[in-house]
């Protein structure tokens, strides 16, 4: 029964359980990602992308962006920073796991300067001996408080 | 623009250390990404492309309607329907369905070796 031992041990470290009236069965304590141009450039180099908007800060800015401005999916890089710790704090074996989905929806565009603060939260978690699915939500806004992305994680873990 | 139309396709080649950078960049280092031998151990041929880059490339093709707008991309989801592996190469198609209030709603999917590995992709963008 990972699951209980994972319960306790989030509380132990500062997680809340919620109650399921506030549709998430448990909720994290926010983390933070600073964004840096080089952490866009690396990201971006990484990932294939080839516009020059998301890497020189002066592009970006005759678009009118305030510094180097971020692909949409950087989201995966500061939002997953609130999942993995979310995911062992739940007791599961990364070397088990299998992504199935995943959903994100933007807002505000994010720029190297900006602090991401995301908060995670396991929605629901289904499934047998065999293997169980669990999916985890992400918000993350910047340093002004405007949102700039939500996630939805779908992650399979097998042998449950 | 209207329903029907193609997105521009997008074929992308990832070299066999591609995962590298991307674990570096992403701060995701499950071995089944980076270690050909754990990979083995945990049943997969050998080591896997991280899902998130699978997306990344089906975001950046999707992304094409809107050349050179970061903030067109409004929503996007996917399914991983199959491991995606290094030095394939990974063919995106998308296809838009629907056009309405500034917005369309793109259905794209992502190949390699002809085995859909990236299915169910939908994505809203401002055009």
């Known amino acids: ?160 | 623009m209207k329903p029907g139309d193609a997105v521009p396709e997008l074929r992308v080649m990832p070299d066999r250390h591609l995962p590298h950078p991307f674990a570096g960049a992403g701060e995701d280092f499950n071995p089944i990404h980076i270690d050909p031998e754990a990979a083995r151990q945990a049943g997969l041929p050998g080591h896997v492309l991280h899902g998130l880059y699978l997306m990344s490339v089906v975001a950046r093709a999707a992304g094409e309607l809107a050349p050179g707008d970061p903030r067109a991309l409004k929503r996007l989801s996917v399914e991983f329907r199959d491991m995606g592996v290094p030095e394939q190469e990974i063919i995106v198609t998308g296809t838009v369905r629907e056009v309405r209030d500034g917005r369309a709603v793109v259905d794209a999917a992502a190949e390699q070796s002809g085995k859909v590995i990236v299915g169910g992709g939908e994505a809203e963008i401002e055009v």
């Open chain 1, 1 to 160: 029964m990972a699951w209980c031992v994972g319960a306790r041990e989030s509380r132990e470290k500062g997680g809340r359980d919620v109650s399921a009236d506030d549709g998430a069965e448990r909720i994290w304590p926010p983390v933070d990602y600073s964004v840096g141009r080089e952490n866009i450039r690396q990201f971006v180099e990484a990932s294939g992308e080839r516009r020059v908007i998301y890497k020189d800060s002066k592009v970006s800015g005759e678009a009118g962006f305030r510094d180097v401005v971020a692909p949409p999916m950087f989201a995966a890089v500061y939002s997953w920073r609130s999942v993995r710790p979310a995911l062992a704090d739940a007791g599961i074996d990364m070397t088990r796991i299998l992504h199935t989905s995943q959903e994100f929806v933007w807002s505000e565009p994010v720029c190297a300067g900006d602090t991401i603060t995301t908060v995670a939260e396991l929605r629901s978690r289904a499934g047998s001996k065999k293997a169980s699915t669990y999916v985890f939500g992400t918000v993350s806004h910047n340093q002004e408080g405007d949102e700039v992305s939500r996630g939805t994680w779908t992650i399979l873990v097998k042998g449950g």
